[in-house]
Every structure is written in structure tokens, then in C-alpha cells.
């Protein structure tokens, strides 16, 4: 993309306020994650959700000069304008021209699953036989897939772009920005199938996208969407693959066999290893020859290709490191777009110092001149203390760097200089590609060596936010709660990440909890939910809201706001008990507590309650009634109050199950993680948590022996035994061993046998195939999961989150 503000305002039909002049190549969407500002618009996207142009002073703020927006804010100086009347139509228009008159070949891949690794290795593929332009990341939706038609520029020849859907009558809108040559369709699962009437539908919906296609490759395993295929599309090139042999491409040998893969490609044999041979990437496999073949690749080459294709990794990790260091790892792979994708998660965080670790970047068609100068700016305008260049060839190009800067050879070269290790409260970031193997300097810098792992992925974190706020109404308030270290999980990381995506609200337990979230940058508005007499001064300090719930914390609290000289009306949240019989003031109490507040140099911020039993269908009518009570006790309150406070009392399965309840606010814990009692809701959600370790050691245990302390376990024939490296000093409870837990390895179940030691635990893997020491076990996740889990242990997965062991080692990733 490269216009002037002039030609943009031609294209869309918009109004231009300022210089009509200025060039604009990028335009950016997200005021948080904006990596440069040079010839870079920011565009104000309004939706039925959410209106951007709220975030258009932060933009302002980052040095954003060009603004495009439903409407004008005079107020804002030397600012250019582009004035729209729909933010998502201009996108889309100005995507659909750019595309139109691009003069590229393109590839269009839709489907539930598989779009993104297919782009990926399409990429790897291709790039050295054409100039090669993709979607980055999993832009593929009403907004991702403009943004991505939009860094089409006059050199490319090839395009790769997703498209994805989760509605009807989405698709029609795309395919009229987009219009690929070959479609590509994977396959069609559930992924957003509850929003359409039948599978027919969805299919319907996803083919539309090949209206204007030369040649349509699909998985014809499915009949249904071959036979929608030949009917829709009987006068364009079709080529069908599956394992089915009625299709074009499949599957000719037994694929269980130690053997070569062959794939029968219209008669044509193609042969080529494979270590992983699961249906999915086999399908994917054979999806991406015919794509190869119908772009004229030889068969040869096919198969080199396929042998240096790379693991497709699509995720960030942040791990504490020494000298409090946050050390985010990102030595998956290198181009300019994971570069970008890096320096966006890196404005994430709150740290003002932070150093770089980057390496050349291998496998791009590209002038290394023109390459590396526009790595130099993208990492200049970051403003890193110290930049470390890794290798000889970006190493040539250190000048263009303004800060600090560092050059070696080799990983090895920087470990022996010892730069690294006088680095003190940064964020770390390391960006390489895999031959310099950077994944190393992350050993030496973090702060945790243990094996066994919680990871915490934190896009799905924000899916699950996202999802539960989709049932609200737009203006209602969202509280997260992060008290008990965020369920285990890591207080001040999730609250950095959740107050990044503007949550309105975090819930603490106790003051102490809050105060540190303070000291570490967080500037949310932090409730203390349980006040304790004691914490109030460090409330006061740290600029804390308690929950108030009685006449004595009422006092006490007041007492100690006129002490510390405050003279601002405090802001304190009231508890109601509406029939928990925990905490609250009751209903014959309020007139006493309308009377003493208005003595009181203090504002009701919020009026709170708490069901108890949201989650149990059973209690429907119960919870019902303590709505009721909460609707008539908290209006009443608010009416004498002469001014209208927050109201909130629904909880995660509230949110779900009562939603026409919701009042002003929400509070979120356990559904934000992943986990709801309705199956349904369930689907929706994703899984957060991820709690896994190794294998130290396997043994051979001979008929008659015994396993582990007090013998509890005596194998009756030859079983082999895995050692894993986590016990109950790591959260694993002693009662689910002896053969009534489990732990997934190879997507199989093994029992835990014996007792549960201290720092280890046993597992049988006797009927396990292919199983080695040094492979992964997880102790819960997928299989078994969170739920199935905190089964074994008779308690709520609450309670197997909190007593995660602080020593077992925290990873947080963007997938």
C-alpha cells in the first residue's frame, strides 16, 4: 500500500480534513499495538460492540498524525483527518481496490481448520519462487482480511490470504473484496457451526468465496461438500483430495507403516517421508501438493519442499527471568512479520527499559540493503536501551541502529561476553531465527529450570472475556477477578494483559494483593474484596476501593480515610446479603446504612452481591430469589442515595445463565480461564491452562516388584513405568495416586501408580507405543482435562489452580 491521503479520499469517497498530501503505507487498527508511526493512519473501527474512536487520543499520544474516523474532533491539533461514514466500509472499499489493481496471483484457503498452518507452509514453499505476500497471523475476518489485501505491494506476484466466516452472509462481503484465482477449501468442522442452521448451510456460506475462482482444490472426503462443489461450480477446474481413492489426490499405501508416504497425484506417484502421520497433517500434506502441483512445482522439488518445511509455531512465551527480567521468547522463527507481531506484544507491558536480541533473518527473497533498513526503523522506533544483532549479515548493518548496539557472530559469542547478565529489571526480548538457536540464551535467563511448566495462554484468556462479553448489553462494565494470585496463575501478569484490553474493574481478596499489583505499574481500578482491619492504610496509600459490609468495617475504614488526611469523597463498594449468608449488610439494615453515609465523606462506587448458586440448575428458583432481593434492596439503596452507583452481582455461570440480570457491571473469575458447569457454553470457551511435565526415566518393573513408598503398587507381569518430575510439593494431591489419577502422554491416559512422592510420581505406560524418556506428559489440559482432573481430586478446578506450587514455573503465551 502506498497512497497519499488525496488518492485515499478518491478511492472511498471520504472527506480529507488537513494535508491531502502525506503518504500513508500502513494503517493501523489497535492503538495499543501501534510498532511505528511513520506514514502509518491510524483508523477508528466502530462496531455494534465497541467504538474506536475512544482510543483515537492514544493513538494521537503515540505519535499518530493521520486519523480515519466517522467523525471529527476539532480539538486535536496538527492532526490530518479522513472522515468516513462507515470505518469498516472504508476498509473494506479501500481493500478491495488496492487488491483489484495489484496484478497478483492469489490463493483464497477457507475452511473451520487447517487455514492458518496451510497459509504457513504454502509461505515456506513459495517464497524463494515468487515474490510472496500472506496474511499475517489469522487475519482473515471482515477487518483482518483488508488489513492483510492491504500490504500488497508492486513487487508482489503471489498472494496468500484466509478468509474466515462465523455467520451467515458474511462471505458475500469478502468475496467482493477478495477474489481468488485458486480457492482452497480445508476442512469443514465445527468450528462456528452453532451459528448456522445445518452443515449445509455452513458449506453453502464458506464455497461462496470461489465465485469468481479458476480452479477450486477441496477435501472431497466430505460428500456433502463435494457434492455441493460439482453442483455450484460444474464449469470450473476442480480438484478434489482426501484418503477417499474417488478423489483426485489421495493416500495410495497404508500410512500406519514405517514407510515413505506416497500420494497419487492424478496417476502421478509423489513419494516423501513423514514423522508425523495423524489424519490432520496428512490431509494438510496432501492439500498442499496439489496447490505446488497446479503453480507448475516439480515433482522433486515438491519433495524437497516438503522436507524442509518447519513446525508451524504461533505463539510468544513470557517467563520471569533473573534481576527481575521478563524474558519474552520469541526464537520460533523470523520475518517481518513475526517481528511485528513481536514488537506489538512488547508494548504490552508497563516496563519503560528493555534490550533486544535479533538475528538475521533467514529464507527471504529480499535485497538485504532494503531488508535491513526497514528492520532499523521498525526496531528504532521502539527505543530499545541495548540492541544485540546476531550473525554476519545483520551484523553489516549495525549502524542503522540508534541504540546501543551489540554485534556477534554467533548465540555462543553472546553467552561468552557476559552482556546479557548485566541486564537489571528489562523486558528481554529474544526474536531469531532457528538455526541460531537464541532458545538458548532463554535457559540462561530465566529464572525457573524446572521441567514441569504451567502455561497460560493468554489469547485465549481474552477469547474467553470476549465471548462471555458478547452476551451483554455494549455498556455494561466487566470486573475481572485476579485475587489468589489469579487463581494460580500469575496476579500481576494477567492483570497487565487484562488492563491492556481496557478491563473496567480488577477484584482483589486482600489489600496486600492490590498494593503489589500497584507497585508493579497496574492502573485499573482495584476492589478489595475482604478489607481486613489492618490493610487500611495501605487501601488508602495505594489507592485501593474496599468492599464495605458492615456498620463496623464502615466505621473503622472512615476512621482511618480521615487519619490519612484524604479529602477527596473515598470511593468504597456496598455488600448486600442476599442470601449466601457470608458477608452484607441486610434489607432491614439499609435505612441505618443510607443515614450513616450520608454523614460521610465517601461515595457508593458500587452496589455488589453474590450468588451462590448460579452454577447448580437445581437451585434456579434460590438464585432467582436472590435476585430478586438484590434488585429491590439495591434500587432502594440507590434512590436514597440521590445518585446512581455500579450495580453488579452475576458471576462467571450468572453471566451465562442469568444474563438479563447483569445491571451495570460484571464479575468474571473461572470463566475467563476456560471453564463453565453448562456443556454448551463450554464449547464456546477455550482452554487457558496448561499444566505439563517430562519423562525423567522409564523402567522395566518385573512381576512381583513394587513401586514407590510403602509398595502400594506391585506389578502382576513386565509393566513399564515412567518417572515424571512433579509431585504434591508442585500441587499434585497425594489421594489421586494409586491408580485413581491420570496424566496424558502421546493423547493416551496413564495411571499414576504408587504413592505420590514429594518431588516426583510414577505412571504406567505399559500401553503406550513409541514412549521415551524426555517426552511430554501433561498432567492436565486437553486429556485429561482441567474438569476430568480436579475429578480425581474430589474438588472444584478452583482449588487445583490455587494450589499450583509458586516454584512450578509460569510460561504466558500468544498463540
Same mark, same amino acid.
Given at each position: 500500500?502506498?497512497?497519499? /491521503?488525496?488518492?485515499?479520499?478518491?478511492?472511498?469517497?471520504?472527506?480529507?480534513?488537513?494535508?491531502?498530501?502525506?503518504?500513508?503505507?500502513?494503517?493501523?487498527?489497535?492503538?495499543?499495538?501501534?510498532?511505528?508511526?511513520?506514514?502509518?493512519?491510524?483508523?477508528?473501527?466502530?462496531?455494534?460492540?465497541?467504538?474506536?474512536? +475512544?482510543?483515537?487520543?492514544?493513538?494521537?499520544?503515540?505519535?499518530?498524525? /493521520?486519523?480515519?474516523?466517522?467523525?471529527?474532533?476539532?480539538?486535536?491539533?496538527?492532526?490530518?483527518?479522513?472522515?468516513?461514514?462507515?470505518?469498516?466500509?472504508?476498509?473494506?472499499?479501500?481493500?478491495?481496490?488496492?487488491?483489484?489493481?495489484?496484478?497478483?496471483?492469489?490463493?483464497?484457503?477457507?475452511?473451520?481448520?487447517?487455514?492458518?498452518?496451510?497459509?504457513?507452509?504454502?509461505?515456506?514453499?513459495?517464497?524463494?519462487?515468487?515474490?510472496?505476500?500472506?496474511?499475517?497471523?489469522?487475519?482473515?475476518?471482515?477487518?483482518?482480511?483488508?488489513?492483510?489485501?492491504?500490504?500488497?505491494?508492486?513487487?508482489?506476484?503471489?498472494?496468500?490470504?484466509?478468509?474466515?466466516?462465523?455467520?451467515?452472509?458474511?462471505?458475500?462481503?469478502?468475496?467482493?473484496?477478495?477474489?481468488?484465482?485458486?480457492?482452497?477449501?480445508?476442512?469443514?468442522?465445527?468450528?462456528?457451526?452453532?451459528?448456522?442452521?445445518?452443515?449445509?448451510?455452513?458449506?453453502?456460506?464458506?464455497?461462496?468465496?470461489? !465465485?469468481?475462482?479458476?480452479?477450486?482444490?477441496?477435501?472431497?472426503?466430505?460428500?456433502?461438500?463435494?457434492?455441493?462443489?460439482?453442483?455450484?461450480?460444474?464449469?470450473?477446474?476442480?480438484? #478434489?483430495?482426501?484418503?477417499?481413492?474417488?478423489?483426485?489426490?489421495?493416500?495410495?499405501?497404508?500410512? #500406519?507403516?514405517?514407510?515413505?508416504?506416497?500420494?497419487?497425484?492424478?496417476?502421478?506417484?509423489?513419494?516423501?517421508?513423514?514423522?508425523?502421520?495423524?489424519?490432520?497433517?496428512?490431509?494438510?500434506?496432501?492439500?498442499?501438493?496439489?496447490?505446488?502441483?497446479?503453480?507448475?512445482?516439480?515433482?522433486?522439488?515438491?519433495?524437497?519442499?516438503?522436507?524442509?518445511?518447519?513446525?508451524?509455531?504461533?505463539?510468544?512465551?513470557?517467563?520471569?527471568?533473573?534481576?527481575?527480567?521478563?524474558?519474552?521468547? *520469541?526464537?520460533?522463527?523470523?520475518?517481518? *512479520?513475526?517481528?511485528?507481531?513481536?514488537?506489538?506484544?512488547?508494548?504490552?507491558?508497563?516496563?519503560?527499559?528493555?534490550?533486544?536480541?535479533?538475528?538475521?533473518?533467514?529464507?527471504?527473497?529480499?535485497?538485504? +540493503?532494503?531488508?535491513?533498513?526497514?528492520?532499523?526503523?521498525?526496531?528504532?522506533?521502539?527505543?530499545? *536501551?541495548?540492541?544485540?544483532?546476531?550473525?554476519?549479515?545483520?551484523?553489516?548493518? #549495525?549502524?542503522?541502529?540508534?541504540? &546501543?548496539?551489540?554485534?556477534?557472530?554467533?548465540?555462543?559469542?553472546?553467552?561468552?561476553?557476559?552482556?546479557?547478565?548485566?541486564?537489571?529489571?528489562?523486558?528481554?526480548?529474544?526474536?531469531?531465527?532457528?538455526?541460531?538457536?537464541?532458545?538458548?540464551?532463554?535457559?540462561?535467563?530465566?529464572?525457573?529450570?524446572?521441567?514441569?511448566?504451567?502455561?497460560?495462554?493468554?489469547?485465549?484468556?481474552?477469547?474467553?472475556?470476549?465471548?462471555? +462479553?458478547?452476551?451483554?448489553?455494549?455498556?455494561?462494565?466487566?470486573?475481572?477477578?485476579?485475587?489468589?494470585?489469579?487463581?494460580?496463575?500469575?496476579?500481576?501478569?494477567?492483570?497487565?494483559?487484562?488492563?491492556?484490553?481496557?478491563?473496567?474493574?480488577?477484584?482483589?481478596?486482600?489489600?496486600?494483593?492490590?498494593?503489589?499489583?500497584?507497585?508493579?505499574?497496574?492502573?485499573?481500578?482495584? /476492589?478489595?474484596?475482604?478489607?481486613?482491619?489492618?490493610?487500611?492504610?495501605?487501601?488508602?496509600?495505594?489507592?485501593?476501593?474496599?468492599?464495605?459490609?458492615?456498620?463496623?468495617?464502615?466505621?473503622?475504614?472512615?476512621?482511618?480515610?480521615?487519619?490519612?488526611?484524604?479529602?477527596?469523597?473515598?470511593?468504597?463498594?456496598?455488600?448486600?446479603?442476599?442470601?449466601?449468608?457470608?458477608?452484607?449488610?441486610?434489607?432491614?439494615?439499609?435505612?441505618?446504612?443510607?443515614?450513616?453515609?450520608?454523614?460521610?465523606?465517601?461515595?457508593?462506587?458500587?452496589?455488589?452481591?453474590?450468588?451462590?448458586?448460579?452454577?447448580?440448575?437445581?437451585? !434456579?428458583?434460590?438464585?432467582?430469589?436472590?435476585?430478586?432481593?438484590?434488585?429491590?434492596?439495591?434500587?432502594?439503596?440507590?434512590? +436514597?442515595?440521590?445518585?446512581?452507583?455500579?450495580?453488579?452481582?452475576?458471576?462467571?455461570?450468572?453471566?451465562?445463565?442469568?444474563?438479563?440480570?447483569?445491571?451495570?457491571?460484571?464479575?468474571?473469575?473461572?470463566?475467563?480461564?476456560?471453564?463453565?458447569?453448562?456443556?454448551?457454553?463450554?464449547?464456546?470457551?477455550?482452554?487457558?491452562?496448561?499444566?505439563?511435565?517430562?519423562?525423567?526415566?522409564?523402567?522395566?518393573?518385573?512381576?512381583?516388584?513394587?513401586?514407590?513408598?510403602?509398595?502400594?503398587?506391585?506389578?502382576?507381569?513386565?509393566?513399564?513405568?515412567?518417572?515424571?518430575?512433579?509431585?504434591?510439593?508442585?500441587?499434585?494431591?497425594?489421594?489421586?495416586?494409586?491408580?485413581?489419577?491420570?496424566?496424558?502422554?502421546? &493423547?493416551?491416559?496413564?495411571?499414576?501408580?504408587?504413592?505420590?512422592?514429594?518431588?516426583?510420581?510414577?505412571?504406567?505406560?505399559?500401553?503406550?507405543?513409541?514412549?521415551?524418556?524426555?517426552?511430554?506428559?501433561?498432567?492436565?489440559?486437553?486429556?485429561?482435562?482441567?474438569?476430568?482432573?480436579?475429578?480425581?481430586?474430589?474438588?472444584?478446578?478452583?482449588?487445583?489452580?490455587?494450589?499450583?506450587?509458586?516454584?512450578?514455573?509460569?510460561?504466558?503465551?500468544?498463540?
Amino acid at each position: 500500500m502506498d497512497y497519499t /491521503v488525496q488518492r485515499i479520499s478518491e478511492i472511498t469517497n471520504a472527506k480529507v480534513i488537513g494535508d491531502r498530501n502525506l503518504m500513508i503505507k500502513n494503517i493501523a487498527y489497535d492503538s495499543r499495538i501501534i510498532y511505528s508511526t511513520k506514514n502509518t493512519a491510524f483508523i477508528a473501527i466502530n462496531t455494534p460492540k465497541n467504538s474506536g474512536e +475512544k482510543f483515537i487520543e492514544s493513538a494521537i499520544n503515540r505519535g499518530i498524525t /493521520v486519523i480515519i474516523s466517522e467523525h471529527h474532533y476539532p480539538e486535536y491539533k496538527n492532526v490530518t483527518w479522513i472522515i468516513v461514514e462507515n470505518s469498516v466500509d472504508f476498509i473494506q472499499k479501500l481493500a478491495k481496490y488496492h487488491f483489484e489493481n495489484s496484478h497478483l496471483q492469489s490463493i483464497g484457503i477457507t475452511g473451520s481448520n487447517g487455514k492458518t498452518i496451510l497459509k504457513e507452509w504454502l509461505y515456506q514453499c513459495l517464497w524463494n519462487e515468487f515474490s510472496t505476500v500472506k496474511s499475517p497471523k489469522s487475519f482473515n475476518s471482515q477487518i483482518g482480511l483488508p488489513l492483510s489485501l492491504l500490504q500488497i505491494n508492486s513487487t508482489h506476484e503471489l498472494g496468500i490470504f484466509e478468509v474466515g466466516i462465523s455467520k451467515p452472509n458474511e462471505m458475500e462481503k469478502l468475496e467482493n473484496i477478495f477474489h481468488p484465482q485458486i480457492g482452497l477449501l480445508t476442512h469443514i468442522g465445527t468450528a462456528h457451526a452453532a451459528n448456522f442452521s445445518s452443515d449445509e448451510e455452513l458449506i453453502d456460506e464458506k464455497i461462496k468465496l470461489f !465465485k469468481d475462482s479458476e480452479v477450486i482444490i477441496y477435501n472431497g472426503d466430505n460428500s456433502l461438500v463435494d457434492e455441493k462443489i460439482k453442483k455450484s461450480y460444474s464449469d470450473k477446474k476442480l480438484i #478434489s483430495y482426501g484418503f477417499k481413492k474417488e478423489n483426485h489426490v489421495f493416500i495410495k499405501n497404508n500410512i #500406519s507403516k514405517d514407510e515413505n508416504i506416497i500420494v497419487e497425484y492424478f496417476g502421478e506417484e509423489i513419494s516423501f517421508p513423514a514423522h508425523q502421520r495423524d489424519e490432520a497433517t496428512l490431509t494438510n500434506a496432501m492439500a498442499l501438493i496439489t496447490v505446488l502441483k497446479e503453480l507448475h512445482i516439480e515433482n522433486k522439488k515438491i519433495v524437497e519442499k516438503i522436507n524442509l518445511l518447519k513446525a508451524v509455531e504461533m505463539r510468544l512465551e513470557s517467563i520471569e527471568g533473573i534481576k527481575g527480567n521478563i524474558i519474552i521468547n *520469541d526464537s520460533f522463527n523470523l520475518d517481518l *512479520d513475526s517481528l511485528k507481531t513481536a514488537l506489538q506484544f512488547l508494548n504490552e507491558y508497563n516496563k519503560s527499559k528493555k534490550s533486544l536480541v535479533l538475528t538475521d533473518i533467514v529464507g527471504v527473497n529480499a535485497n538485504s +540493503k532494503e531488508l535491513y533498513e526497514e528492520v532499523s526503523e521498525l526496531v528504532n522506533e521502539q527505543h530499545f *536501551d541495548s540492541v544485540f544483532l546476531i550473525g554476519n549479515e545483520i551484523s553489516k548493518f #549495525s549502524d542503522l541502529f540508534k541504540s &546501543k548496539t551489540y554485534t556477534f557472530v554467533d548465540t555462543k559469542e553472546l553467552i561468552e561476553s557476559k552482556h546479557l547478565n548485566e541486564i537489571e529489571n528489562q523486558i528481554i526480548l529474544l526474536k531469531g531465527a532457528r538455526k541460531f538457536e537464541i532458545e538458548k540464551l532463554k535457559d540462561i535467563l530465566e529464572l525457573r529450570k524446572h521441567d514441569t511448566v504451567l502455561e497460560i495462554n493468554l489469547n485465549a484468556i481474552l477469547h474467553n472475556i470476549n465471548y462471555h +462479553k458478547s452476551l451483554l448489553k455494549p455498556g455494561t462494565k466487566m470486573m475481572a477477578m485476579v485475587k489468589a494470585n489469579a487463581y494460580g496463575l500469575g496476579s500481576y501478569e494477567i492483570s497487565e494483559f487484562l488492563q491492556h484490553h481496557h478491563i473496567d474493574y480488577l477484584g482483589v481478596a486482600f489489600a496486600d494483593e492490590g498494593a503489589e499489583l500497584r507497585k508493579k505499574g497496574i492502573t485499573t481500578p482495584i /476492589v478489595v474484596m475482604n478489607p481486613e482491619q489492618h490493610s487500611y492504610q495501605t487501601i488508602i496509600e495505594y489507592n485501593l476501593e474496599p468492599e464495605i459490609y458492615s456498620f463496623r468495617i464502615l466505621e473503622l475504614f472512615y476512621e482511618a480515610v480521615q487519619k490519612s488526611g484524604c479529602d477527596k469523597k473515598y470511593p468504597i463498594h456496598i455488600k448486600l446479603e442476599t442470601g449466601m449468608h457470608r458477608l452484607g449488610f441486610k434489607d432491614f439494615e439499609l435505612d441505618a446504612l443510607i443515614e450513616t453515609l450520608s454523614t460521610k465523606n465517601l461515595k457508593v462506587q458500587s452496589v455488589l452481591s453474590h450468588l451462590s448458586s448460579s452454577d447448580i440448575p437445581e437451585e !434456579k428458583e434460590f438464585t432467582l430469589n436472590q435476585l430478586k432481593t438484590f434488585k429491590i434492596n439495591s434500587s432502594y439503596l440507590t434512590e +436514597k442515595l440521590g445518585y446512581t452507583p455500579i450495580r453488579h452481582i452475576l458471576n462467571s455461570s450468572g453471566i451465562t445463565s442469568y444474563t438479563e440480570d447483569q445491571h451495570d457491571m460484571v464479575r468474571i473469575g473461572i470463566g475467563m480461564l476456560g471453564e463453565s458447569p453448562s456443556s454448551e457454553i463450554q464449547k464456546q470457551l477455550r482452554s487457558v491452562v496448561s499444566f505439563k511435565t517430562v519423562i525423567s526415566q522409564i523402567s522395566t518393573v518385573e512381576n512381583g516388584e513394587s513401586v514407590g513408598y510403602s509398595r502400594k503398587y506391585k506389578a502382576d507381569h513386565p509393566t513399564k513405568i515412567a518417572t515424571i518430575p512433579v509431585g504434591y510439593a508442585d500441587g499434585i494431591p497425594r489421594l489421586i495416586g494409586n491408580q485413581i489419577g491420570n496424566v496424558g502422554v502421546h &493423547k493416551a491416559l496413564a495411571a499414576i501408580v504408587g504413592n505420590i512422592c514429594m518431588d516426583m510420581m510414577m505412571i504406567n505406560v505399559d500401553h503406550i507405543p513409541n514412549v521415551k524418556e524426555g517426552d511430554t506428559v501433561t498432567v492436565f489440559n486437553a486429556k485429561p482435562s482441567l474438569k476430568e482432573f480436579a475429578g480425581y481430586c474430589k474438588t472444584i478446578t478452583y482449588e487445583v489452580l490455587t494450589s499450583i506450587s509458586p516454584r512450578v514455573k509460569r510460561i504466558y503465551i500468544k498463540d
